[in-house]
């Protein structure tokens, strides 16, 4: 079984992300999803998410694609990759955040792991802060 991981915030679930989601379950046969805790959110994005974690985990597992969703951690972000081993990261195509030289700090906990990143969907489009200013009609 080949077991892939990817990584996000997913606060306003929309047709970006699934389709992140989906390109990345395609790349093996168990997708797991790590949702970024509330503190690391206000850390990365200077601002809260609009849904808590708790709400984002349960919008991503009615969504139906990942196999299993689960929360990261707020110090060591690569910790859920060790407890995981997953054979595939999935990393999209704006996330910057901690993955500068991933595939080295894996390695260097004796990980060997694949490291793809996903293309955009329609970006000009669907991408969570301009979603959000829509919401907000700013």
């Known amino acids: ?59 991503l597992q009615q969504l139906g694609i990942a196999n299993k969703v689960v929360l990261g951690y707020r110090g060591d972000k690569l910790k859920i990759v060790e407890e995981e081993k997953p054979d595939v990261i999935c990393l999209g195509y704006d996330q910057t955040f901690f993955t500068e030289g991933i595939k080295e700090k894996l390695q260097q906990r004796g990980l060997n792991v694949e490291v793809v990143r996903l293309p955009a969907y329609k970006p000009e489009v669907y991408k969570s802060s301009l979603i959000k200013k829509q919401l907000h009609g700013t």
């Open 1 to 59: 079984m080949k077991k892939v991981m990817c990584f996000g915030t997913f606060d306003v679930l929309h047709d970006g992300h699934r389709f992140y989601l989906t390109g990345a379950k395609k790349l093996g046969d168990y997708l797991v999803v790590v949702v970024a805790r509330d503190q690391t959110v206000v850390e990365v994005k200077k601002q809260q998410p609009l849904n808590d974690e708790n709400a984002r985990i349960k919008n």
